[in-house]
């Protein structure tokens, strides 16, 4: 495709549930990252992959959350046990290599833990 | 955590005005990139201004950079109500993550 794309939209799950989301890079960025967004703040880190491999995980809240890129092209963020602070807009972005480059953001997931 | 601050939080003008943002930080960086988000989700990127250069032009937007007061300023010229967002700014430090601000909410009354 074109741009990032994330899925699903909105995702909304029972405290304690277990939770995927989805993003699918700009084909051939080898960059990728997952961001947070919680209401009226900027985007936090969570988590960047180079290839296959995360090479920096140290945004990652707790051991809660996990993000995989088994092929070094979609990533999937899960999120166990979810919790009601887990509530948020969950980013995804790519670039074509880490340096010095653009970041591509898709539109995001909103999840809302009831 | 937040490492940029955008200044002012929010900004109200009319439609034809130009609106002016800008964005402090607090270490050196390879570049800033600013971005805009409408209804709090997917992020546009705008405009990426590397370290070494002091000024950059997009169409109506003009980004500008002074790494010895590590700001920099967002300019868009005749607004529209279509400009109407968040604007953020985003710091690569060289490391593995772009820092983020807490973002200008911009409003272009038509």
């Known amino acids: 495709g074109a741009g990032v794309s994330q899925t699903p939209s909105n995702k909304v799950t029972e405290k304690g549930k277990y939770v995927e989301l989805r993003c699918d890079p700009i084909?051939?960025?080898?960059?990728l990252y997952w961001y947070r967004q919680s209401l009226g703040q900027g985007p936090e880190f969570l988590i960047y992959?180079?290839?296959?491999?995360?090479?920096?995980d140290s945004g990652l809240p707790n051991d809660r959350f996990f993000a995989v890129r088994p092929e070094g092209s979609v990533s999937t963020l899960k999120i166990q046990r979810t919790e009601r602070g887990d509530s948020a807009v969950y980013l995804c972005?790519?670039?074509?290599?880490?340096?010095?480059?653009?970041?591509?953001f898709g539109q995001g997931t909103r999840l809302t833990v009831v | 955590s937040q490492q940029g601050e955008e200044d002012p939080q929010a900004l109200s003008i009319q439609e034809g005005e130009n609106a002016t943002m800008n964005c402090s930080y607090k270490?050196?960086?390879?570049?800033l990139q600013w971005y805009r988000q409408n209804s709090g989700r997917g992020l546009v990127h705008l405009i990426l201004i590397r370290s070494n250069e002091r000024e950059k032009h997009s169409g109506r937007l003009r980004v500008t950079l002074d790494t010895s007061k590590k700001s920099s300023s967002l300019l868009i010229t005749a607004s529209r109500a279509a400009d109407t967002a968040s604007y953020f700014c985003?710091?690569?430090?060289?490391?593995?993550?772009?820092?983020f601000g807490t973002g200008t909410s911009l409003t272009v009354i038509p």
């Open positions: 270490t050196s960086i390879n570049n």
């Open positions: 985003a710091t690569d430090e060289g490391g593995n993550q772009f820092y």
């Open positions: 084909s051939g960025h080898t960059a």
């Open positions: 992959f180079q290839g296959t491999g995360a090479a920096d």
């Open positions: 972005a790519s670039s074509p290599s880490r340096a010095n480059t653009e970041a591509f």
